[in-house]
Structure formats: structure tokens, C-alpha cells
């Protein structure tokens, strides 16, 4: 089993910056990657940014590219999310995911989200 707890999120202005974190544990050895997905009231949730665990290498969604930057520690098995120059419809509940490949399925992990909130 891995649990994943995350913390940070809020309400801030427009424009505006806020840092997510997430840290997984218990059976963790065999993450492929973990990332951000989002969803606002409404709509469906969506990719938001994701890191592969062993390389580093980050890939994120068009909507946040130069404003969002993911992170890790490895040795925290912690996943950071900063997010500059916010905007209104970055509003939204954050979900940490964590992946990993089982018989060449992925399988996902889900923390419970945390709410951001960017006023206009």
C-alpha cells in the first residue's frame, strides 16, 4: 500500500505564487513517477505536470508551462509543485498521483487534494 499526503494550496491573488508538496510512503521502491493532476468545479480532472522518479526528466500540461515548475527528493520520496504568475483558472482541487508499471500495467496512487484558490 502507499499513502500520499499532501500539503500546502490556499487562497492567493492573481498573480500570485503557492508551493504544493506530497510525500508518499509505504511501499514506494517501485515508483515510475509522480505528478500533479487538477480539477476544477465542473469539469473533469487533468494532467498537470509529472516527474519520472528514476531520471528526472518533468513533462507538463501546455496551460502551465513557465509558470509551474515539478520537482523531487528522492530521499523523501516528496514531490513539489511551485506554481508563479497564478491566474483565476488555476483554481481548482491539486491531486498527487504516483505511478508505477505492474506486468506492464500502470497502476495509480491518489492523495485526497488539496484546494487552490487564485482570486482575481
Known amino acids: 500500500q502507499v499513502q500520499l499526503v499532501e500539503s500546502g494550496g490556499g487562497l492567493v491573488q492573481a498573480g500570485g505564487s503557492l508551493s504544493l508538496s506530497c510525500a508518499a510512503s509505504?511501499?514506494?521502491?517501485?515508483?515510475?513517477?509522480m505528478g500533479w493532476y487538477r480539477q476544477a468545479p465542473g469539469k473533469e480532472r487533468e494532467f498537470v505536470a509529472a516527474v519520472t522518479w528514476s531520471s528526472g526528466s518533468t513533462s507538463y500540461a501546455d496551460s502551465v508551462k513557465g509558470r509551474f515548475t515539478i520537482s523531487r527528493d528522492n530521499a523523501k520520496n516528496t514531490v513539489y509543485l511551485q506554481m508563479n504568475s497564478l491566474k483565476p483558472e488555476d483554481t481548482a482541487i491539486y491531486y498527487c498521483?504516483?505511478?508505477?508499471?505492474?506486468?506492464?500495467?500502470?497502476?495509480?496512487?491518489w492523495g485526497r487534494g488539496t484546494q487552490v484558490t487564485v482570486s482575481s
Open positions: 498521483n504516483r505511478q508505477e508499471v505492474l506486468l506492464g500495467k500502470p497502476i495509480n496512487n
Open positions: 509505504g511501499r514506494t521502491f517501485s515508483t515510475y513517477n
